[in-house]
């Protein structure tokens, strides 16, 4: 049996920022309309759309950046301008 590795949530999220301390300070020491637990999550759960935001920008970047450049307005070899538009080889 294989040994069970656990999952750090913390793992998941980005630093606390200056504007995410301000903010948390702001809710929970001059206007605590709500309880701190419900700010403690939403900034929790806020850090981690950012972390995800992070990293699927940086993936996109990479796929975008490792693509071979063409010159073809269709974008690639395979297909012909035709009309103003690119049409697949053979079509017209």
């Given at each position: 049996?294989a ?9 998941d ?8 301390i ?40 990479q ?30």
């Amino acid at each position: 049996m294989a040994a069970r590795t656990t999952h750090n949530p913390a793992d998941d999220l980005i630093p606390l920022t200056v504007n995410e301390i301000r903010r948390l300070f702001a809710k929970l020491v001059l206007t605590p309309i709500r309880a701190a637990g419900y700010w403690l999550t939403w900034s929790d759960w806020r850090r981690r759309h950012q972390a995800r935001a992070k990293l699927s920008h940086y993936r996109r970047r990479q796929t975008i950046d490792n693509e071979p450049f063409s010159t073809s307005p269709c974008g690639g070899e395979d297909r012909k301008v035709g009309r103003g538009a690119c049409a697949p080889r053979g079509s017209g």
